[in-house]
């Protein structure tokens, strides 16, 4: 329901403003109309946009310094992309070939989609790593067009409903004077840009574990960094932000992968129970004979049997003392000179957890698994002595901004139409095929041919990719 709202107030908020808009422009509104030139602002359907050339001295001034070195960098991506282009096609292949010939297989690329693989509460993440992306990939372009003395005719910002972009204007007619090496430093650029930031992006999250041991540690539990309000695990004497979980039933938690599989773990048939001594519950003289009975009306107690199922005697025992100086198990031989007992639940899906923390006693879950998995979510990291809820968002940031720049790369050097790669394909052929194909119009050929072949090949990797996740 909220994310309706959220769209359906983004749909109000940009119609309304378009709407005044036009409003405005018709009736040649001149304060209004003088606004906008002033300021470079322009509205259309669900964008708002701003450009200016106030940028224009700093990328010039840029790219006068270190001419060689920008030369050198510019180059050292021309290459890199040129290559890059052979295997990003045969990765788009990928797809296809897994949907015509292999069932149930993993899909090498996936889209990332708000709402269906993207929480909406990751909504700030998404936005502002796609405006760093892009940013970066237009700046790149802008950076190489200054040190090839091209002028840019304005750098912006536009607001795509809720996703910040930015873009540059080259002319085009300056573009084509130039050398095919010149051009395609400069197509280049913005993929180039985007490869650095996606392999930054990487050696940090894999660094991270060095960089941040002094504060923050891996493979010691994980840290509890939200829990949704109203659930089971969310109520009084359950989980707490910052908690750390080393256990669960006994299972021990180490990373967010222990978590998930233990989890999974208490999921099986077999239910755990807890060793409890014959004298303790001799001393609670709980023996029961029917299951309407065992602790109808007795609060914090709850109904065991024996994990023997031809001991048909019920105990009603208080939960919490049970599970806390017990060990776990599921049945008898597991115990020593104990008795295994199984808390007797009301459906199927229900189990009773044991949920250690470090330095805090435990927390009792008495639901469904899935509930857990649903809404509680978990850092591998941990921390005495500081919050690790910052280092988290760290890095799904990082996590995203590689995401987002790797594709970013892979979009745009695909041989597709309107699209960087269109350009790079062009330099590409003209400039290191011209010995192969000496004449203008069969390079003209092939680049055509390859347009359309990079153009089917993505559109045919997207839809068969989206068919996947929806079907």
Not at 84 to 93: A, E, N, Q, T
Not at 133 to 140: A, K, L
Not at 336 to 353: A, V, Y
Not at 374 to 396: K, L
């Amino acid at each position: 329901m909220g994310e309706l709202l959220f769209i359906v107030s983004l749909a109000v908020v940009f119609g309304t403003i378009y709407f005044l808009d036009l409003i405005f422009r018709t009736c040649m509104f001149f304060p209004y109309i003088k606004f906008l030139h002033d300021t470079g602002i322009s509205i259309r359907p669900l964008t708002i946009s701003w450009e200016s050339t106030h940028f224009n001295r700093q990328f010039l001034t840029l790219g006068r310094f270190k001419p060689v070195l920008l030369r050198r960098w510019f180059q050292t991506g021309a290459i890199i992309v040129s290559i890059y282009m052979i295997p990003v096609l045969i990765l788009l292949l990928v797809p296809i070939y897994q949907y015509l010939y292999v069932d149930n297989s993993n899909p090498v690329l996936v889209p990332i989609i708000p709402g269906l693989n993207l929480p909406y509460s990751q909504l700030f993440y998404y936005a502002i790593s796609i405006f760093i992306c892009v940013t970066v990939h237009e700046f790149g372009h802008a950076l190489a067009a200054s040190r090839e003395k091209v002028t840019i005719e304005g750098f912006g910002f536009a607001l795509f409903g809720f996703l910040p972009m930015a873009y540059v204007r080259l002319p085009s007619e300056q573009l084509k004077q130039l050398s095919l090496p010149q051009q395609l430093r400069i197509y280049s650029a913005g993929v180039w840009h985007n490869v650095v930031l996606a392999c930054f992006a990487l050696l940090l999250m894999y660094s991270n574990p060095i960089l941040l041991k002094p504060l923050y540690q891996q493979g010691n539990g994980v840290t509890v960094v939200n829990v949704k309000e109203g659930t089971g695990p969310a109520q009084k004497g359950g989980l707490m932000l910052g908690d750390t979980i080393i256990s669960i039933n006994d299972c021990l938690v180490e990373t967010v992968e222990d978590w998930n599989n233990c989890l999974q773990k208490e999921m099986t048939d077999v239910l755990s129970g807890f060793c409890v001594s014959k004298d303790y519950i001799r001393q609670e003289n709980s023996a029961l004979e029917n299951y309407e009975n065992c602790c109808s009306n007795t609060t914090g107690y709850l109904c065991f049997r024996h994990s023997d199922a031809k001991n048909k005697q019920l105990m009603c025992l208080p939960g919490r003392k049970v599970a806390e100086n017990s060990i776990i198990c599921t049945e008898n031989r597991d115990c020593r000179d104990d008795l295994c007992l199984i808390p007797i639940l009301l459906s199927k899906s229900e189990r009773f957890l044991k949920i250690q923390r470090f330095l805090k006693s435990p927390v009792l879950y008495l639901g469904p698994i899935q509930e857990v998995f649903a809404s509680v979510a978990v850092s591998p990291w941990t921390s005495e002595s500081t919050s690790v809820q910052y280092i988290d968002m760290y890095e799904i940031f990082l996590g995203y901004i590689f995401a987002f720049s790797s594709g970013l790369a892979i979009m745009n050097v695909i041989p597709f139409f309107y699209l960087d790669g269109q350009f790079l394909t062009e330099c590409v052929v003209h400039n290191y095929l011209s010995s192969c194909i000496p004449k203008v119009s069969q390079r003209s050929s092939v680049i055509f041919s390859l347009k359309m072949i990079g153009s089917l090949i993505g559109f045919l990797s997207m839809c068969v990719t989206l068919l996947k996740m929806f079907v």
